[in-house]
């Protein structure tokens, strides 16, 4: 059984369940409830992205699929200046003044569901933003047949979805509705770990600065 596209996802989802009236609600709730699950959870490489992004007003629209800032900064003349997030309520302190200037400062508020960044001070001139980000991983779709996550963790989609179409459907035996469950959190667990061995491997994380180090007395050991 092939679970590279999102066709052959739906069919092997209803194999296991043994139903092949389930076209909708397998597409439209057991694998976007999943969906929502893994990008709610998980943190990894595959969901990273940088993006440069235009400052020339007190607010911007953050990007597709945002789902939290990794760093941020403008680059300015070759030099690299950090914002620093602080709440919505500090930056009113800040803006108390209306003051302009190169951006020291961002927040991030929503107004109906809409997200955006508030700098501060107010750019006086367009500046360049580089923002490096968690991206939400792309839904599948008739459309958007394939992903990171099917390519990789198929897993993770097919026991999600089977765990989530346990609440949905009666007659279920709860033990394989558990057995589901455990195969569900062993994928995602799996998939947090190979991240996290693909981006440390076996050395322990040593915190280093930009300073260069003599390592002279070690060389001559």
């Not at 739906?10 to 296991?16: D, E, L, P, R, S």
């Not at 050395?203 to 070690?218: G, I, M, W």
């Amino acid at each position: 059984m092939a679970l590279s596209t999102y066709a052959e996802l739906k069919t092997g989802i209803a194999n296991w369940l043994n139903r092949s009236d389930l076209t909708d609600e397998i597409a439209d709730d057991f694998i976007k409830l999943t969906e929502a699950d893994f990008n709610a959870k998980l943190r990894i490489r595959a969901m990273e992205q940088i993006d440069s992004i235009t400052i020339d007003s007190e607010t911007e629209s953050v990007p597709t699929g945002f789902i939290g800032v990794r760093s941020f900064y403008i680059l300015s003349s070759s030099v690299k200046y950090p914002l620093e997030y602080i709440t919505p309520a500090n930056m009113f302190e800040i803006r108390g003044g209306s003051r302009t200037g190169k951006p020291r400062a961002y927040t991030i508020e929503s107004d109906d569901e809409t997200e955006t960044f508030r700098f501060g001070p107010s750019p006086d001139t367009s500046y360049t933003g580089y923002l490096s980000y968690y991206k939400a991983i792309s839904a599948l779709s008739s459309s958007n047949t394939s992903n990171w996550m099917l390519a990789n963790h198929p897993a993770v989609y097919l026991y999600g979805s089977l765990y989530h179409a346990t609440n949905f459907l009666g007659g279920i035996d709860q033990q394989q509705a558990q057995n589901w469950l455990m195969m569900y959190s062993t994928a995602m667990e799996r998939c947090e770990n190979n991240d996290k061995q693909d981006s440390y491997g076996g050395a322990p994380v040593v915190q280093r600065t930009d300073v260069q180090t003599d390592l002279s007395f070690y060389r001559n050991r």
